[in-house]
């Protein structure tokens, strides 16, 4: 008896073709199982959405083409996460075919019937070993840390674990995740910003589990991985030997039946927002996916965000009982907060890069065997190459930006095109061997340090070693590792870098962190640059002062530097007391006033074109065909403007904002204007645009 399923195939976002297609099949498939279809021309992978006996009405049987092979002994997708992932494609306005295909491992793509047979089989050969439970060593709790997993286990909203920088916020989720894993099978979905920049956490999970479970348990998921180990770690999870998925944003749509947690560290990190296909945001996915989950409590399983520095979107949230606040403001071991120290750059020596006063401090801490953090977010020597004779800049051909002046390599690069070439001798314009850097980044800074240490010595008598992590210094496999365990074995007596220096390291050494150049963030025009840039300086602080007894022994309470010609910007007031509240509430006000996210709804629609005036065009005329559509009296469309970095890789960038006090009303907007935008691209006023996108709730604007 043939069988008509409607099959999801990987349509691309704007084809307008149906979320799924129909096909004949000689047998039953149930809805989630894996299908390779014909398409076109091509054979692709396809998930069966659901099905029917009979051929569908409006198309003879022999216009319905035949399953070409299932991906036998393969358990379905379940319901969940195919509903996942149809929200997912709906709130992100991109075509399902997109998302759920783009969801799965590329390598499941690329197989035929007969390499997936291979791959299954070489998947359950792998009998993990046996496994007899060992006893676990873990640390008495806080009285902070056993409340929040009381009020965790009743928790019937979504959790923001507000717990400052070294509460002990990974043993919450250690002890969280163990009580889960305890139902039988049980998963647990654990996201991290970026896991290569922590591997402590990677670490400490796989410590404290793979004694329990057995070094099977644990796996990652990340786009570190290459294609073989993350269809692996994704089959191992979807049929449930994995009991722990570590992952990065991807990881949100990790198939894994038998969900019973998820913890998003970290919350208010911009990395869990996508920025190119889907622009989804795993943060927000991830309280979707939890609140669909059905299981013996019910509706819904336990979802913790956590972190030092909320999001504002998150404490909002908080604030209006949609989310249950969980607190542990009190440092493990009772370890002090580091000390704000502002540092007027308008009463420093001129020219100083390091002023005195910090300068000295930094030396009273290597004096004492301390260690201490510069943090500057911008990679390379200097961020310009400039001739004083003609005023020849080092811009890029391809992008309207400066190539970066890196010394180690002696370069010059763009750091959005990638174009490379050796720094020149002299002026490329008139011959003057005078060109000279503009500006300061980590490379120099690193000099720098090196040369004002020059004559410092350690407590052992040897020379102060300076270090750099940035993205140039981490590249090489292992490189990060290595300098992470310089780092922790003391060996580096101060670590310069941007902010990778400030994830959620616990470096256990640092009496003294130090933010030499932090102004350009408070006049950015975007509205969430306060948010960031508040958020990094209080996680780059608590990097300081984490093991109290070390603190204690020092007798000097730890500090947090920051070098500003604008000390009394309101930012700053606001970080001297820690309050991240107060913060959040001023953040909250200003944002109420301008009707912007969380209080308002936005969306961007990009358009990239050969010719600023081809991308402006597309949008502005879509604009203006949007008259008349549903919704229309309830969004506002506002002129299509350049983006900041206007052409990039001589494609230019332009960009539309939607407001909307409504989050469905900007939704059911979206929606209608759909069309529109894709008739529109075939104007001819907008030839020469080479693609728009969609992006709905951006973390910049
Ligand atoms: P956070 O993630 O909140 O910044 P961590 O989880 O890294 O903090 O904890 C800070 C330090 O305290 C770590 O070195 C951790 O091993 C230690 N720690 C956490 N919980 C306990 C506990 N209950 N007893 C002793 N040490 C703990
Ligand atoms: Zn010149
Ligand atoms: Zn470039």
């Given at each position: 008896m043939p069988y008509w399923p409607s099959v999801i195939v990987p349509t691309?976002?704007?084809?307008?073709?149906?979320a799924a297609l129909s096909y004949r099949s000689e047998q039953t498939l149930a809805p989630g199982s894996l299908v390779r279809v014909p398409l076109g021309q091509r054979t692709v992978l396809g998930i069966v959405q659901d099905g029917a006996d009979?051929?569908?009405?409006?198309?003879?049987?022999?216009q319905t083409k035949s399953v070409h092979a299932v991906l036998a002994g393969l358990p379905p997708l379940n319901v969940e996460w195919l509903q996942l992932v149809q929200f997912a494609a709906r709130y992100y306005q991109r075509s399902l075919g997109e998302v759920a295909l783009g969801?799965?491992?590329?390598a499941l793509k690329d197989l035929d019937e007969a390499q997936w047979a291979r791959r299954l089989k070489k998947h359950t050969a792998?009998?993990?070993?046996a496994h007899e439970p060992q006893t676990i060593r873990r640390p008495e709790l806080s009285a902070e840390q056993a409340q929040v997993l009381a009020d965790l286990a009743h928790a019937k909203q979504p959790v923001l674990?507000?717990?400052?920088?070294?509460?002990g916020k990974t043993e919450v989720y250690l002890r969280a995740a163990e009580s889960a894993l305890q139902t039988p099978g049980a998963q647990v979905l654990v996201m991290v910003p970026e896991i290569n920049l922590t591997p402590q956490l990677e670490a400490r999970f796989r410590e404290r589990f793979e004694p329990l479970?057995?070094?099977?348990?644990v796996v990652c998921l990340h786009s570190g991985m290459t294609p073989a180990q993350r269809l692996g770690s994704w089959l191992s999870a979807h049929m449930g030997q994995a009991r722990i998925v570590l992952g990065t944003?991807?990881?949100?749509?990790?198939?894994?039946?038998?969900?019973r947690l998820i913890v998003v560290d970290e919350?208010?990190?911009?990395?869990?927002?996508?920025?190119?296909?889907?622009?989804?945001s795993a943060r927000d996915l991830a309280i979707y996916r939890a609140q669909h989950i059905t299981n013996e409590r019910g509706l819904g399983c336990p979802v913790v965000l956590g972190s030092a520095t909320p999001s504002i979107e998150s404490w909002h949230a908080a604030e209006q009982g949609r989310y249950q606040r969980l607190h542990m403001p009190t440092r493990m071991g009772g370890g002090a907060l580091p000390q704000w120290r502002l540092l007027?750059?308008?009463?420093?020596?001129?020219?100083?890069?390091?002023a005195p006063p910090l300068l000295s401090a930094m030396q009273d801490r290597i004096a004492r065997g301390e260690q201490c953090l510069v943090l500057l977010n911008r990679r390379g020597y200097a961020p310009v190459l400039s001739c004083?004779?003609?005023?020849w800049k080092s811009s890029c051909p391809n992008c309207s930006a400066y190539r970066v002046f890196h010394k180690f390599d002696r370069t010059l690069r763009?750091?959005?095109?990638?174009?490379t070439e050796r720094?020149?001798?002299?002026?490329?314009?008139?011959?003057?061997?005078d060109i000279a850097p503009v500006g300061r980044g980590t490379e120099q800074i690193e000099e720098h340090l090196n040369a004002l240490f020059a004559d410092v010595r350690r407590p052992d008598g040897g020379p102060v070693r300076v270090a750099r992590m940035d993205a140039d210094s981490t590249r090489l496999k292992g490189s990060l590792q290595a300098q992470l365990d310089a780092l922790h074995s003391g060996e580096v007596d101060v670590l310069v870098g941007t902010q990778m220096i400030a994830k959620g390291h616990d470096f256990r050494r640092i009496g003294l962190v130090a933010s030499?150049?932090?102004?350009?963030?408070?006049?950015?025009?975007?509205?969430?640059a306060p948010e960031r840039l508040f958020a990094l300086l209080m996680q780059a602080a608590g990097?300081?002062?984490?093991d109290a007894a070390f603190a204690a022994a020092q007798g000097v309470a730890c500090e947090m530097w920051v070098q500003t010609?604008?000390?009394?910007?309101a930012v700053f007031q606001v970080l001297k007391t820690h309050d991240y509240p107060r913060f959040a509430a001023e953040q909250l006000a200003e944002r109420a006033a301008a009707g912007m996210p969380p209080l308002g709804h936005q969306a961007l629609v990009r358009a990239d074109a050969r010719t600023q005036d081809a991308a402006q065009a597309f949008l502005n005329l879509a604009a203006a065909a949007a008259?008349?559509?549903?919704?229309?009296?309830g969004v506002t469309l506002y002129p299509a403007v350049p983006l900041?970095?206007?052409?990039?890789a001589n494609v230019e960038r332009a960009q539309l904002l939607v407001e909307s006090a409504s989050r469905s009303t900007l939704q059911r907007f979206l929606h209608a204007w759909q069309s529109t935008l894709l008739h529109t691209r075939s104007a001819p006023q907008a030839k020469g645009l080479l693609r728009y996108a969609v992006d709905v709730d951006p973390v910049s604007v």
């Open positions: 691309p976002a704007h084809s307008g073709v149906g009979n051929a569908p009405a409006n198309l003879s049987e022999a969801a799965l491992p590329a792998q009998k993990p070993p674990l507000f717990g400052a920088t070294g509460s479970l057995g070094p099977a348990a944003r991807m990881a949100v749509f990790a198939s894994l039946p038998n969900l919350e208010h990190d911009p990395s869990y927002k996508s920025q190119d296909g889907a622009r989804y007027d750059m308008n009463h420093q020596p001129k020219g100083a890069v390091i004083h004779a003609c005023d763009c750091h959005h095109c990638g174009f720094v020149p001798r002299a002026c490329p314009d008139c011959g003057n061997l030499i150049n932090a102004d350009a963030a408070l006049f950015a025009s975007d509205y969430k990097r300081a002062g984490r010609w604008h000390p009394t910007h008259d008349g559509l549903p919704h229309r009296s900041t970095i206007q052409r990039v």
